[in-house]
């Protein structure tokens, strides 16, 4: 009697699985559309830790569409996917957009889950353009499918060395001490490290003399800050994070922390949220980051159509290079004329747009996929704003080094 | 020994039949379900495997751990470390790395039961030496350090079935992940009905009467841990040829510890087949939350508009809770007994 009864359930159990699969299973193919529409699959972490980061990327993608439809560029539809920043949601996900017809990937902002996407693409032969990711091993493992215009971490640290001693000869004012603060997750240390064991390579005017790690998720600086303090570092050089860099810089306001200037080389600094939180305490500060570049006609509609859809937030790097990637996607697709995956490939291969929004001449790829450098900029918070200082083709302004002193703000 | 006989005897007749019906559609699996589905489900199967190995030391042996990816992640790097530094494939690659995540948890668990160190302070101080394995990894340039370790893939290694080395097709990784956590659920079910087992059930309940009578409570924990890291060393061999980059904020993360034990939680800590049923409740649940979603708005009951990014997380972990709230013993428990899958008396 009790193995009838579990037989009932199980045939029940069966046909609500079976319909429940062939669901499931279908629900992809409404998405089918005319080979005219270049299909592109949009993934990026829309949740997890990551969330506000890949909301922010899909912003310049979101605005991409209607300002290449005016330059003449075919049409795209976007198919979104959500990392949940984790690895293997980035791997499942991307299998999902490209079983639902996605002709193209692009994403995934973070290296990590960018690589896991690469593993699909590279599998099923669709090409991936990256928006955002600088782990050099991307582009550098013979992947085909993988095309990228973001610079690379060491190019990130190479320029920042090189920009420092451009704004320092520009401005006749040249550190001799500084101290390098840093989150002391991954990220940071690792940047942190990197940019300690080469300040001597780049041959730098001045002697790192302190270098202090601090707790990714502390929200006390002091500490950090009097040791800051009391290294009298003539100017201070941060990787951080948003809420850390806020916290620092009321920190270092609070104990009157004087400097010749404060140098960012990460996130954090110029944040929307960062401008808001610090007002005119956030002035001054030069990040040392990825950019965008203001002179460019693209980057001029970008940014105006920026400021009618979003006109409480500044544009920043994470909407500019999401910007390049659907450009780049759209650009090969008008060359190629075709869906197919080979042609786009090859359109990809032969890429050569000048009229983009990223800093740097254009986008080109090597052989390798990598667009070979994609300078980094010099970027000033000033009254709330950014002020492009560098490199000198796409300032916009001229430095205030040294920074003012925080009592006559 | 394991007999075949031994697997199904425990199995009412309707289990039997319910188990030959998924092991059929889970074989054929890659034939109806597309390379996604076979995605999801090579992702359950390898927290199934975790889950398993986590669910030996908390289930069976009563020692809750939350840094279980710390022996994934060490047979990850090793296998990976050796496959790219010399060769060694990753069938013979399995050893050290076992032997390895073997050591790591003998070193944890003998620095943890030497010194008494019990319940949520054992778990904290698993938490640690994953933090402190990250951390040395991170400083260690040729496994990559924080840049991350990457094992190169040919055109040639994404097809085919080469099990020497674990390239090939998707097809491939799906099968085997499959039968290592079979395997998994086989060796516990052998290691629960041993004269091991019985020890470890007896420290799990009382562990002082347990010694009390004779049994020898710091060699059996030692035990129950250096199996179960071994087996989540294998599952980090498997996982470092699967996904080939491995970083370690990402392999370390106690959010990768969490997810192991969220398929044994939910499908019941200390069964047999708890793990794997959970996980495969837990993870297509996720899916099934984002397709009603997208068919919601499909059918412009939600503005297709509406960004609802976040949401599957949120209803996924409300019906964790509910799950966790209503059924404290784990799902599986409760299905076996409302459908009658288990003969009485046999581990569930």
């Not at chain 1, 993608?61 to 959500?82: N, Q, R, S, V, W």
């Not at chain 1, 009618?308 to 910007?323: E, I, R, V, W």
């Not at chain 2, 340039?141 to 990457?150: C, I, K, M, R, V």
């Not at chain 2, 052998?190 to 009467?209: C, F």
Request: with cysteine.
């Amino acid at each position: 009697m009790n193995t009838r009864r579990a037989s009932a359930v199980n045939r029940r159990t069966l046909l609500a699985g079976v319909g429940a699969s062939a669901v499931a299973a279908a629900v992809p193919l409404r998405r089918g559309l005319a080979a005219s529409t270049l299909k592109v699959g949009v993934l990026l972490p829309r949740s997890g830790p990551q969330a506000q980061l890949g909301i922010e990327c899909q912003i310049g993608a979101d605005l991409a569409l209607p300002i290449l439809k005016t330059e003449g560029y075919p049409d795209l539809e976007f198919m979104l996917g959500d990392t949940e920043t984790k690895v293997d949601v980035a791997r499942a996900q991307c299998e999902k957009l490209i079983d639902a017809g996605a002709h193209a990937i692009i994403g995934c902002f973070d290296s990590g889950q960018t690589m896991a996407a690469a593993q699909v693409c590279e599998q099923k032969n669709v090409p991936l353009v990256v928006n955002i990711a600088a782990v050099p091993k991307l582009t550098e493992l013979g992947y085909k499918w993988v095309f990228r215009n973001f610079p690379t971490g060491p190019m990130i640290v190479g320029d920042a060395f090189k920009n420092q001693k451009r704004l320092f000869g520009a401005t006749g004012a040249t550190p001799k001490t500084v101290a390098l603060l840093h989150v002391n997750d991954t990220f940071g240390s690792s940047l942190a490290g990197a940019l300690f064991a080469l300040t001597p390579k780049f041959k730098m005017p001045y002697k790192i003399v302190e270098k202090i790690p601090y707790d990714p998720y502390g929200r006390d600086f002091s500490a950090e800050v009097r040791k800051v303090k009391a290294a009298k570092p003539d100017a201070l050089w941060t990787v951080s994070r948003l809420n850390d860099a806020i916290a620092i810089t009321k920190e270092l306001v609070r104990q009157r922390v004087e400097l010749m200037g404060i140098l960012s080389t990460g996130p954090g600094w110029y944040d929307n949220a960062y401008l808001k939180a610090t007002g005119k305490f956030g002035d001054d500060v030069v990040n040392l980051i990825p950019w965008y570049d203001e002179n460019k006609p693209m980057t001029q509609k970008l940014k105006a159509a920026f400021a009618k859809a979003h006109p409480d937030l500044l544009m920043t790097t994470n909407q500019s290079f999401s910007f390049d990637a659907v450009l780049i996607a759209a650009d090969a697709f008008k060359r190629a004329e075709s869906t197919k995956n080979t042609a786009l490939q090859t359109a990809l291969r032969q890429t050569d747009i000048t009229n983009n929004v990223t800093l740097g001449k254009g986008i080109r790829f090597n052989e390798k996929g990598q667009v070979p450098y994609v300078p980094c900029g010099a970027v000033q918070n000033r009254g709330g704003k950014h002020v492009v200082l560098l490199p000198q083709e796409a300032a916009t302004g001229k430095p205030i080094w040294p920074m003012r002193p925080w009592r006559e703000r | 020994m394991i007999r075949p006989g031994d697997l199904v005897r425990p199995l009412s007749p309707a289990g039997v039949w319910l188990g030959a019906l998924v092991l059929l559609v889970l074989l054929l699996l890659p034939y109806w379900g597309g390379s996604y589905v076979m995605t999801v489900a090579t992702t359950v199967f390898y927290l199934a495997l975790v889950g398993q190995s986590w669910n030996l030391m908390l289930g069976f042996a009563g020692l809750l751990s939350i840094g279980h990816a710390l022996f994934v992640g060490i047979g990850a790097y090793t296998s990976a470390y050796l496959f790219t530094a010399i060769g060694l494939p990753p069938v013979i690659g399995v050893l050290p790395a076992i032997a390895l995540a073997v050591l790591m948890g003998l070193l944890m668990g003998y620095l943890g039961f030497r010194f008494a160190i019990g319940g949520v302070y054992f778990a904290l101080l698993t938490i640690a030496f994953a933090e402190l394995v990250r951390i040395v990894i991170d400083h260690v340039s040729w496994l990559g350090a924080t840049e991350g370790f990457f094992l190169q893939v040919s055109e040639a290694d994404r097809h085919g079935i080469d099990l020497v080395n674990l390239r090939g097709a998707p097809e491939m990784y799906y099968y085997l992940i499959m039968a290592l956590a079979l395997g998994a659920l086989v060796l516990c079910r052998y290691l629960l009905r041993s004269r091991l087992g019985y020890y470890w059930q007896a420290i799990r309940d009382d562990e002082s009467a347990a010694e009390a009578l004779g049994v020898d409570v710091l060699r059996y924990k030692m035990y129950a841990v250096a199996i179960s890291s071994g087996m989540a060393g294998v599952a980090g061999v498997f996982y470092a040829f699967y996904q080939n980059s491995l970083f370690p904020e990402i392999v370390f993360n106690i959010e990768r510890s969490i997810e192991a034990t969220l398929g044994s939680i939910v499908g019941g800590v200390g069964t047999l087949f708890g793990p794997i049923f959970g996980t495969f409740i837990l993870t297509p649940l996720g899916e099934i939350v984002t397709e009603a979603i997208d068919l919601l708005k499909h059918w412009h009951v939600i503005d297709p508009e509406t960004k609802l990014d976040g949401l599957k997380l949120l209803v996924w972990s409300f019906i964790v809770v509910l799950i966790v709230l209503f059924k404290p013993n784990g799902l599986w428990p409760w299905v076996c007994e409302k459908l009658r899958l288990i003969r009485p008396g046999e581990e569930r």
